[in-house]
Structure formats: structure tokens, C-alpha cells
């Protein structure tokens, strides 16, 4: 399984929601609704889910091993740092350019 794009849908600012993602896989697959979230001691990737009958909420789509759902986080988090990287350069760049005139 390979992952081959990564597209930041949407950024938050407020709560512990970061970022709503959405993954390619091998160009074949795309699985959407994936979230970036603010815990306690890190980020992590939280699946998309959807809450049951019993209002208990049940992941639609997961990775199956433990090495996948690493692999998976390590590449959707640093896309999102990444992008926040970018986003930062950007203001910076017209806060620079707006203080030039």
C-alpha cells in the first residue's frame, strides 16, 4: 500500500480538531474525513467514524496492523506540519510586504 496524495481539506483553530484530511491510496482509493487532533501529550490521526445506535462512534474505514496505521499518521502528520509551515511563510511574507508601503 502506498499512500500518493495528501490534501489538507480544511485547518481549525478552535478545540482540539486540527485539520480534516483526505488520503489517495495507490491512486485507486480515497478515503476522506480523516482528522487531525490536538491530544493531550501529541497529535494524532483519528479515523473517520460515524457514531451507532448506541451513540458509541465505529471507524468506517481503518487500517488493519499497527505498522500500517503508523506509517499512515507519520505521512498525514507531516503533511499537516508541512502545510502549516507553508501557511506561516505566507503570512509572514505578506505581513513583510504589506509593512513595506
Not at 496505521?69 to 503533511?79: A, Y
Amino acid at each position: 500500500m502506498e499512500i500518493t496524495d495528501i490534501k489538507i481539506r480544511r485547518i481549525i483553530t478552535e478545540g482540539r480538531l486540527r485539520a480534516v484530511v483526505s488520503v489517495t491510496i495507490d491512486d485507486m482509493l480515497a478515503v476522506h474525513d480523516i482528522k487531525v487532533v490536538q491530544g493531550d501529550e501529541r497529535l494524532f490521526v483519528a479515523m473517520p467514524s460515524r457514531k451507532d445506535e448506541n451513540g458509541v462512534f465505529r471507524d468506517i474505514v481503518h487500517p488493519i496492523s499497527s505498522e500500517a496505521r503508523k506509517m499512515m499518521e507519520e505521512q498525514i502528520l507531516e503533511t499537516y506540519l508541512r502545510h502549516l509551515a507553508l501557511m506561516e511563510a505566507e503570512a509572514q511574507e505578506e505581513a513583510m510586504q504589506e509593512s513595506a508601503f
